[in-house]
């Protein structure tokens, strides 16, 4: 059975503060692992990887995957307030057109 | 930017009553999917639709539920008889030649 798995699971940080979110996976055929953020309602796209070692940077996040280790890094830098959120992984296995499997969600909170 | 639009954003019903949950996908994408999140859970695949045809559906997607697209830009989450445990967000979904799922706001369907 394909498995997402995100940690922590909560985390408080202040201002300023550097972050990072992790993910490990286990799923058939591995396509594709996409990061989207969640606040009151629909996830959010942020980042999509396909390939190891490629950082793909959107201003203070960035992440990276390990296709051999089978996990990816979200960083945040910098946070902000409106860095809260509730942060999700989740893989596509097999074709394209396939479903997403998520995993928990790591909810971050950013304190003032 | 388009932007999958999904309607009600709240649904009230009592537990036996159909219900029908609307959403028009991003016009030129051609993977349409529903989601749902019971509250404080993980967000689930349902099903998914391709080419006028369920490709794929879930354990969760029984007899009770069904989907259409009904004309060129509508696509319709039906469940047949409400119970309780259906309450949950619906989210729709759509994917197109970007290559990441783009979702919906969310309708929230209490079941009583």
């Known amino acids: 059975e394909d498995k997402v798995v995100q940690s922590p699971l909560s985390l408080v940080v202040h201002e300023g503060d550097t972050v990072t979110l992790n993910c490990s996976y286990e799923v058939t055929n591995f396509r594709s692992l996409l990061w989207y953020k969640q606040e009151k309602k629909a996830p959010t796209f942020l980042f999509m990887l396909?390939?190891?070692?490629i950082e793909k940077k959107s201003g203070r996040l960035s992440s990276i995957l390990d296709k051999k280790e089978l996990f990816s890094i979200l960083n945040i830098t910098a946070t902000q307030t409106g860095d809260s959120a509730i942060y999700l992984c989740?893989?596509?296995?097999?074709?394209?057109?396939?479903?997403?499997?998520f995993g928990a969600g790591t909810i971050l909170r950013v304190k003032s | 930017e388009p932007e999958v639009t999904q309607t009600p954003s709240h649904q009230v019903t009592q537990m036996g009553q159909e219900v029908i949950l609307r959403c028009v996908p991003i016009s030129n994408h051609l993977y349409f999917y529903w989601y749902r999140q019971i509250l404080g859970q993980k967000v689930e695949f349902l099903v998914s639709f391709y080419n006028n045809e369920i490709s794929e559906k879930s354990e969760i997607f029984d007899d009770q539920f069904s989907v259409e697209r009904p004309d060129g830009s509508n696509f319709t989450l039906k469940i047949r008889s409400t119970k309780l445990e259906d309450s949950a967000m619906y989210f729709c979904a759509s994917l197109g030649k970007q290559l990441f799922t783009n979702f919906g706001p969310g309708t929230r369907l209490t079941v009583t």
């Open positions: 396909t390939s190891s070692g």
């Open positions: 989740a893989v596509v296995p097999m074709e394209y057109g396939n479903k997403l499997v």
